[in-house]
C-alpha cells in the first residue's frame, strides 16, 4: 500500500466510520488547515462511488486543529497539562502496574471499541490476556450486536452479520427490515433496496418510526417498541395457520420445530395485535408478501437487538426464515446489519470478554490451547471470561480500580451515562487512547493521542465478513503514535519486550495463525490478497482458498449441519409504561452524526446540519403536553432528566418519543437509557424504556 505517507497520488482506502465501511480515495492536499481530501471510489463493489455525508467529509477529521497531538497527564492541581510520551507512558504502565499489585489482576480492566481495526482488536485482548493478565476486558461492540451474534450462534453455530453479499438483498423477493433505519445510518445501503423494488421485490420495514427507510416500503409495520419478538411470532403463527411451513426443509436442514411449535400457536394473531398495536390484516399482509415470494430475507438492526430480550428475539426472526425454508439457500436468509465500522471484526478477534481471537471460545480448552501457543504462554495462564460490558463499567471504582480505554466514549454512549460517569470518576486510575479528548478522555488520568484511519494501515470486516484494507495515505500530525505502538510501548514497560509488534502486517501475520481452524478463519488472508480482491471473505483457510461470500448453502456450523429451531416467548420489556412514567422512550441514530459524536460532532458540515439533540414526538402527544415546535421538553426516566428541543413529526407513534444519542449534556439520552441486560448477550435495553414528558421552562 505504499504506507510511505504524504503522497500526491490518492490511495484506496475505506471510511472510517459504520460497518459498511464504504471504499474511497484520500488523496494528500493540505489546504484549509485539512491535510487530505476525500474522493470517489468506483470500483470498490460494496457501496460503488457513493458515500454518505459523514464519509465524504471525513477528511476533517485529519485536521490537527481538530484532535489531540500531544499526550496529557493529570497533574497535581487536578488538571491535564501536556505531558511527553515517556511520562505519559511511565504512568499508565505505573497506575496498572500498582492497582494489580494492590488488588490482583482482575482489578486491572480493559474496554475496547468496534471501530478499532482487526489488529488493534486482537493486540489489545492479547495485551490483556497475557500481559495484565486479566479476565476484565470487553468492548462497545457488546452494545451494538451481541444480540444478534448470540441468536446466530445459537440457530446456525456461527456468527457472521450477513452470511451472503449485501448484493443479493437487490436479488431476492422479499425483504423484511426489522428495526433498520439504513437511510440514515448507512446511505448507500439504501440502492439495494431501490434495486430490489426495481426489480418487481417487495419490502416490509418494522420501526415504531415512520423513518425514511420506512417511506420506501411496500408495507410498513408500526409496532409499540419492544414487541418486535410477539411480531415475529404472530406472524410466522399465520404461516403455519395457512399451511406455508416448508415441512421438507424442516425435516431436512433443521432441528427442534417441534419444540418451537407450541409457543408459535400460543400467539395468535389478535393477541399479537393487541401486544404490538399491528393490525392483523396487515399481519397477514406481511405473511403473504414474504412467503409469495420465491426467495426472502429477513435484515435485522439495533430496533429488535438492543432490547433485554434481544436475543430471543432475533431467535423469533431466524425461526421464521427456518420454518419458511428461507435459509440456506441462495438469496434467502436472516441476517444482521452490523453497525459499528468494524463491528464484526471486532468481536472475532479477542477484545470480547468470553473470546479468543478467530472467534474462539474462552472457556473451550482447545481453543486456549491453540492460542496459547501462538501466544507462546501457558493455556492455564490464560484467564478466564470476564464481566460484559456495561457490568464491566459498573464494576468501576468497586472491583475494578483502574481502567485502560481505547476507542470508546461510554461518558455519552453507555446506557445510565450518569451513572456510568460516576463510576469512571470513582476509578482509581484511568488511561484514555484517543484521537480527540471525547467527553470520557477528559475524565482520564492519561490521554494518549494516537493515530486514526487514514493516517495508519490496517483490516477492518464490515457487516459481509469482507475482510478489507485501510490503508495509510497522509502522515500523521507529530506527537501522535498508533494504539499498536501504545501497547508495545506499555507491554515492554511491563515486561513483555516481545510479541507486541508496532506494525499492522506483522499483527495480522500473527492474527491468522491464531485463527486458523477457527471459526473465523483468517489463514488464508494476506494484505496482498485484499488488494487485488477488493476483500475476502471469511472463513478462508488457505492461501488459496477463494473465501466465503455465502454460508450454510449445504450444510450449518452445527454438530450435526442442521440449523436449530429456539423455542421462544414474548415477554415484556423491563419496564413498561406506567402512571408515573406513561411514554415510551426508543433512541437511535441521525444521518448527520455518528455514535457518541466523538468525531461527527467536530465537523463543520456534519454540526450545521444536526447541531444538537432534540425529542422526536407526534404532534398529538406535543398538543396534549402544550408543547410546541423547538420548544424545551423534559424527559424524565427513573434514571434521571434530560432536556431537549421537541421536534414535532406525524412519524412516529403516539406512545412513544424518540432521542439521538450522539450528545452530551443535559440532552444526553443515554442519562435516560435502562441498562436492563439480555440474559445470553447481555446487550442493555437501549431501545425501549417508560418515561415523564412536560413542558420545560424556557431557557
Ligand atoms: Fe461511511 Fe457508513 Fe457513510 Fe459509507 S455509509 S460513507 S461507511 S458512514
Redesign the pocket.
Known sequence: DGGTGRTAEPVDT?????????G?RVRASGGGGVPAEVLERPAFPV?KG???????T?AELLAPAARLTTPLVRGADGALRPADWPEALDRVADGLRRTAAAHGADAVGVFGGGGLTNEKAYALGKFARVVLRTSQIDYNGRFCMSSAAAAHQRAFGLDRGLPFPLADVARTGCVVLVGSNLAD?????LRYLTELRENGGRLIVVDPRRTRTAEQADLHLQPRPGTDLALALGLLHLVVAEGRVDEGFVAARTTGWERTLPGVMAHWPELVERITGVPVPQLREAVAMFCDAPESMVLTARGPEQQAKGTDTVSAWINLCLATGRSGRLLSGYGCLTGQ?NGQGGREHGQKADQLPGYRKLDDPAARAHVAAVWGVDPDDLPGPGRSAYELLDALGRDVRALLLMGSNPVVSAPRAAHVAERIEALDFLAVCDVVLSETAALADVVLPVTQWAEETGTTTNLEGRVILRRRAVDPPPGVRSDLEVLAGLARRLGRPEGFPADPEEVFAELRRASAGGPADYAGISYARIAAEDGVFWPCPEPGSPGTPRLFLDRYATPDGRARFTPVQHRPSAEEPSAEYPYYLTTGRVLAQ?QSGAQTRRVRELNAAEPGPFVQLHPRLAARLGVAEGEPLAVTSRRGRVVAPARLSAAIRQDTVFMPFHWPGEGRANTLTNPALDPVSRMPEFKVCAVRLERAATP
Request: aromatic letters at 8%; hydrophobic letters at 30%; charged letters at 10%.
Open positions: 475505506h471510511c472510517p466510520y459504520c460497518a459498511l465501511q464504504c474511497m457501496n457513493a458515500l454518505c455525508g459523514k464519509g465524504r471525513a445510518t448507512m446511505p448507500p445501503a465500522g455518528y
